[in-house]
């Protein structure tokens, strides 16, 4: 099976590579390669390689600038993911769509379910919302995961900046009123894997790590694990602030637990503890450098 996947250099297409069943074929590709806004180039490089699955995990992920940049938010977000489903629809190939929780407004208490309507807060929010609303209407047996709080080794992340500030500050304040579920993106690397391998799955889906967690304690875990791996030398003081103290131009969700049960059971795969996720991230990180 030949698999494409777009957003190359990203977290996930990083994570997917580095996870490849080897019995798949892989094309990934970056930017610099297939920019998924030019319809013509989606339509040149599909129906060159012929596919049997395209995974798109590119996207425009900078959500405070997208508060500012909305134009090339929805080019990317929107225009890009439909480009994507309908050069699929014409090539018969199957896609797999990654989207986000930043689609709900986390005016929930309890975890959001895939059919719960969505009320984005944000600009990026609501282009992946966009997003989300061609594929399934363009390709109704497509697949669309949201995921959310995602980090890998690969490229800029919470884990990452938060190691370095830890390393260089004498205390740090982090917010403790937004909830969700920290997401190894190796873990949802795995579960599109497996949904690969099923052809007969699709819908949309949610899937992060297990758990839940405030950005605060996420921090609070990051510094403790990465003391006993040696990765830091010193604990420094870490103070939970309010979203209020932390103004961003984005508004989050303060609740975005998402329910895995539908993906669990479609890929016949569990969900694993964002701690221990991230313990398995830090070791790799080690190793990295
Ligand atoms: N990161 C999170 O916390 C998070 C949470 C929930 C859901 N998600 C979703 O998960 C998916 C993967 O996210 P990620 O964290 O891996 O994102 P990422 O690290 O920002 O990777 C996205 C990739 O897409 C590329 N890209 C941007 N515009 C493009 C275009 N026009 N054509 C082709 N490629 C383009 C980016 O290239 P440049 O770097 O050159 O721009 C980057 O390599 C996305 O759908 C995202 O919305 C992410």
């Known amino acids: 099976m030949k698999v494409l996947i777009t957003g190359k250099g990203g977290q996930l297409a990083w994570e997917l590579e580095d996870n490849l069943p080897i019995q798949y074929q892989l094309i990934s590709l970056g930017i610099e390669d297939l920019d998924i806004t030019d319809s013509v180039a989606v339509?040149?490089?599909?129906?060159?390689h012929q596919p049997d699955v395209v995974i798109n995990a590119a996207a425009y992920t900078a959500v405070d600038?997208?508060?500012?940049?909305?134009?090339?938010?929805?080019?990317?977000?929107?225009?890009?993911?439909?480009?994507?489903?309908?050069?699929?629809?014409?090539?018969?190939c199957?896609?797999?769509h990654v989207s986000t929780d930043f689609v709900f407004d986390g005016s929930k208490t309890t975890p959001y379910q895939t059919g719960d309507v969505a009320k984005p807060l944000s600009v990026y929010g609501a282009s992946k919302l966009a997003g989300d609303i061609?594929?399934?209407?363009?390709?109704?047996?497509?697949?669309?995961?949201?995921?959310?709080?995602?980090?890998?080794?690969?490229?800029?992340?919470?884990?990452?900046?938060?190691?370095?500030?830890?390393?260089?500050k004498s205390q740090l304040g982090v917010v403790y009123d937004q909830v969700g579920t920290p997401?190894?993106?190796?873990g949802l690397a795995q579960w599109l894997w497996a949904v690969v391998a099923k052809p007969q799955v699709n819908g949309m889906f949610h899937w992060t790590d297990a758990g839940v967690a405030s950005w605060y304690d996420f921090a609070v875990a990051?510094?403790?694990l990465a003391i006993e791996k040696g990765m830091l030398v010193r604990a420094i003081p870490i103070r939970p602030i309010p979203s209020s103290a932390y103004p961003t131009p984005a508004k989050r969700p303060a609740f975005s637990v998402i329910d895995k049960t539908s993906a669990e059971a479609a890929a016949d795969m569990l969900t694993i503890h964002w701690r221990t996720q991230l313990s398995k991230?830090?070791?790799k990180l080690k190793t990295s450098q």
């Open 134 to 168: 061609a594929v399934q209407e363009i390709l109704p047996d497509s697949v669309i995961v949201r995921s959310a709080w995602i980090y890998s080794v690969n490229a800029n992340n919470f884990v990452k900046t938060m190691l370095r500030l830890m390393a260089e």
């Open 281 to 283: 991230m830090l070791d």
């Open 65 to 92: 600038n997208a508060e500012t940049d909305h134009v090339l938010a929805y080019a990317v977000n929107e225009t890009g993911a439909k480009n994507l489903a309908l050069a699929c629809k014409i090539n018969n």
């Open 43 to 48: 339509n040149k490089i599909i129906a060159m």
């Open 183 to 186: 997401t190894w993106a190796a």
């Open 222 to 224: 990051i510094q403790e």
């Open 94 to 96: 199957r896609m797999l």
